[in-house]
Nanobody
Framework: QVQLVESGGGIVPAGGSLTLSCLAS???????MGWYRQTPGKEREAVAT????????YHRPSVEGRFTIFRDTAKSTVRLEMTNLQPDDTAVYFC???????????WGQGTQVTVNS
């Protein structure tokens, strides 16, 4: 299994920056890792994902050019560098990982990001 612990959320003004970090632990072999976010009354949405090699990344169009996902597979960490944050980015951000060979997904506890206008 996998345990995911996030850190780095907070409150920033519009235009500000934050970096979210996630540390994975456990015995399973991890495949894709990523970040999702959720606001009240809405479905959780993918923000960015990255493969183990780091060669394949996805960033949702609304964050392209502002957010960047990085991964250190040896250290089992993934981080999301967020710049030019906007009020619409306000959400609880969740770290995600799935494992090989089952591709079962695991979630962190979430960290709040609040962007004030």
């Amino acid at each position: 299994q996998v345990q995911l612990v996030e850190s780095g959320g907070g409150i920033v003004p519009a235009g500000g920056s934050l970096t979210l970090s996630c540390l994975a632990s456990g015995t399973a072999r991890i495949d894709v890792m990523g970040w999702y976010r959720q606001t009240p009354g809405k479905e959780r949405e993918a923000v960015a994902t990255i493969t183990p090699s780091g060669n394949t990344k996805y960033h949702r169009p609304s964050v392209e050019g502002r957010f960047t996902i990085f991964r250190d597979t040896a250290k089992s960490t993934v981080r999301l560098e967020m710049t030019n944050l906007q009020p619409d980015d306000t959400a609880v951000y969740f770290c995600y990982a799935d494992i090989i060979p089952s591709f079962q997904g695991f979630w962190g506890q979430g960290t709040q990001v609040t962007v004030n206008s």
